[in-house]
């Protein structure tokens, strides 16, 4: 290195690197015993200091002795600057596999001279610099920024001065050539879809393993309209979790999920398109059951579903949507205000422990207060005023709603065991005689809801223990488990150790082409599939009066 007055150009620090580069920028962790490598290693993973230390490590390694985990590492820490923000991860990996680094010690030192040829397209890790260009302007470009050749083998100069602004300034280095080869070499593998001369959509060409049986092409970008269209198009073997990843950010670039729900509901209608539309209504509503509880518009959505798969007799996926609903649903706390004991309620119940089942919403009055707090058809009572309505009789149940004018309601959204005892109901009608329950009755066949969370084998199992549960039933044991291996997807909720689910993301989250007017506030995105259920952890509580008018009413967070 040259002294404050001096000048060193990115070719020198290339030679620099392994010879006499000065190390002492980032903070070194001192060498411990070989017992103490798994704790270090947790420690390193938390510490922001020891994960730069990490990086550093990697980086200083000849590119040709970097292993799959150092790349691994200055991918995760390379990701986050804005010099590769707008690369799909390919391109990022092939970078950090030939980048070099390169140490400036000292502040005012000059890095490029004014019509120097330029080797290298560079990016500051630490520091910044500054350039004075011959007409006097100045810019100064800090952590995250770029600067050098473009992605052509033509020669290039620089324009102005270029000094450091701060001691041990950073930078990663990547020649022209290697720059040149990776991204013209990513430009071919690109596959453009193109719609009335304007470009839809944007795919890769990819290969995951070395014997050529895993390659496809991934999906990258495109317009919100024609990600949507690829819910039902085939997905390649690259691009499995595609899906998932448009579940999980669909919110960044549609202003409602009933623009998705929609035209799910119009390709329902063509039966070549069926089976994947229910697939993608199944993997919604076990991932982000959120967007249907407490969204009227959603909810009107899930019940028009389930009436066209029972219109097209699509018992066992019917079956796997309401097991879905019981199982990934929350508890809701609803208060309503009678303005008096002798007020009707807005709403007719069903069920009781004489039926052998719990008590449920059967209808609500429309535009009514009921109706505008959530409430609706196939909601379970749990609790009213602190007192238990999981084993309660019918009139029992109604002579506690009709005598408190303040009522204030749990219910869980039971579609499962509502069905169940809409068809006992039926079948009692047919025969003309009340079913009751015997007193050794096990509490397993009445399909109480704790008894929902269990494996779908001991729903099943439930099944074939009752011969009329067994005659309602489409599908036998096989054939359902069989659209459960289709639909890949988990009925029970997610187990925080088990988040991973099917495999990691291949690709970076989805993004428009075009700019939304309702785009929401981006959040980071992790890597994992979407299956780890995001927003799964809120609940609602609406107090609602029902001497109210409807603009009047407030809806209060629990």
């Known amino acids: 290195m040259t002294s404050d007055s001096g000048s060193s150009s990115l070719s020198d620090l290339y030679q620099a690197t392994e010879s006499d580069m000065d190390l002492s920028g980032l903070p070194e962790t001192a060498v411990d015993s070989e017992d103490d490598d798994d704790e270090e290693d947790i420690e390193r993973a938390s510490d922001p200091l020891m994960s730069r230390d990490i990086v550093r490590d990697c980086l200083e390694k000849d590119p040709i002795d970097r292993t799959d985990d150092d790349i691994e590492q200055l991918l995760e820490f390379m990701h986050q600057l804005p010099a590769f923000a707008n690369m799909t991860m390919s391109v990022r990996r092939e970078l950090c596999a030939v980048m070099v680094f390169a140490v400036v010690e000292r502040a005012g030192t000059i890095v490029l001279n004014d019509g120097e040829e330029l080797d290298s397209w560079s990016v500051i890790l630490n520091g910044s610099v500054e350039v004075t260009y011959p007409d006097g302007r100045l810019e100064i470009l800090c952590m ?21 602004k701060a001691d041990d300034c950073q930078f990663v280095c990547i020649a022209q050539q290697d720059y040149c080869r990776i991204l013209n070499q990513v430009e071919k593998n690109m596959q453009k879809v193109e719609e009335e001369g304007e470009i839809v959509m944007v795919k890769e060409h990819r290969e995951l393993d070395r014997t050529g049986t895993r390659k496809g092409h991934i999906v990258i970008k495109g317009t919100a309209e024609r990600l949507t269209m690829h819910l039902v198009e085939e997905h390649s073997v690259v691009d499995p979790t595609y899906i998932e990843d448009f579940l999980l950010t669909y919110r960044t670039f549609l202003s409602s999920p009933m623009e998705v729900g929609k035209k799910l509901l119009e390709w329902f209608n063509d039966p070549s398109l069926r089976d994947k ?35 097209e007799k699509m018992g066992g996926h019917l079956r796997l949507l309401n097991i879905a609903c019981a199982a990934k649903a929350k508890r809701r706390l609803i208060t309503l205000m009678k303005p008096s004991r002798e007020a009707p309620l807005p709403f007719i119940l069903l069920g009781g422990t004489e039926k052998g089942f719990g008590i449920f919403i059967d209808s609500v009055e429309p535009g009514s207060k009921a109706t505008e707090t959530g ?19 019918l009139p029992k149940a109604l002579e506690i709603l009709r005598n408190n004018t303040h ?35 096990k509490k397993g066949s ?3 809801i704790p008894d929902l969370a269990v494996d779908v084998e001991q729903v099943i199992g439930l099944e074939k223990a009752s011969k009329k549960a067994k005659a309602n039933t489409v599908t036998g044991r096989n054939k359902l488990k069989k659209i459960l291996d289709k639909t890949r997807i988990s009925i029970l909720p997610q187990k925080p150790y088990n988040d991973i689910g099917i495999g990691q993301s291949q690709d970076d989250s989805i993004v428009g082409l075009k700019q939304s007017r309702y785009i929401a506030p981006t959040l980071p995105v992790s890597g ?9 952890l809120q609940s609602h509580h609406r107090i609602l009066d029902f001497n109210t008018t409807p603009g009047e009413c407030s809806s209060i967070p629990k």
């Open 407 to 441: 009522l204030s309601i749990t219910v869980k959204t039971n579609l499962f065991v509502f069905k169940e005892l809409l068809s006992r109901l039926a079948e009692e009608k047919r025969n003309g005689a009340p079913h009751l329950p015997k007193i050794g009755d």
């Open 528 to 536: 994992t599939l979407s299956s780890s259920n995001p927003d799964l």
């Open 277 to 311: 539309v229910t697939r993608v209504v199944l993997l919604w509503v076990n991932n982000h059951f959120n967007d249907f509880e407490g969204n009227p518009t959603m909810t009107t959505f899930l019940e028009d579903f389930e009436n066209n798969l029972e219109r």
């Open 446 to 448: 009445r399909y109480s």
């Open 144 to 164: 995250g920024n770029s600067f050098g050749v473009s992605p052509t083998l033509e020669k290039e100069y620089m324009k102005g001065v270029m000094k450091t």
């Open 375 to 393: 409430l609706k058809r196939g909601d379970q009572i749990m609790e009213v005023n602190g007192q238990n309505f999981e084993n309660i009789q």
